[in-house]
């Protein structure tokens, strides 16, 4: 069966709780790796968790998250990207479909910025992109409410993720797997 890594980092359990709803919208259609980047993977600045990148080349498709701080993604998982340049040189993750979430403090905590640079790295690597096809403000369900087609922007109200954001995550796992299965 393809395999989908979900690498991300996540510092307060806001994009971890994204990264599962992904897990849990692909789990019936593809296998799942929820790949954590901690700060024990980050030595002297550098990403060293060679396990992870091993995963990433064992997958059919990369669903890519971080929080988004100061208008881009967190160090931590720039760090991830960073560390990706060796197989970026050996293009060992083309044609691979990818995707990517964040999360940010505001509605429009420049989360676009964060989408862009996941799509950038994955457009690096000769990628395959899957953004959201649900319009935004349009879904009876209210599922990509901030509008963003890139990829899963959202932000915390009154202190919790929306379970339409929830809901947003698990279409875009399901999404990025049948896309898999059919691009496999």
Known sequence: MAL??????SISGTTEKLAHAVARGADSIVDVACC??????IMSGRFQNESVLETVDRAS???FGSPTYMGGAAAQ???F???SSERWSRQRWANKIAAGFTTGACASGDQLHTLTYFTILAAQHGMLWCGLDIPGGEDVRG???LGSQL???THLVDGALPQSDIDTAEYLGQRLAKLTMRNG
């Open 151 to 153: 990829g899963l922007a």
């Open 77 to 79: 998982f720039k760090a």
């Open 81 to 83: 990207g960073d560390a």
């Open 143 to 145: 599922r990509n409410r």
């Open 36 to 41: 954590r980047i901690t700060g024990n993977d």
């Open 4 to 9: 989908l890594a979900i690498v991300y980092f």
């Open 61 to 63: 498709a990369v669903a």
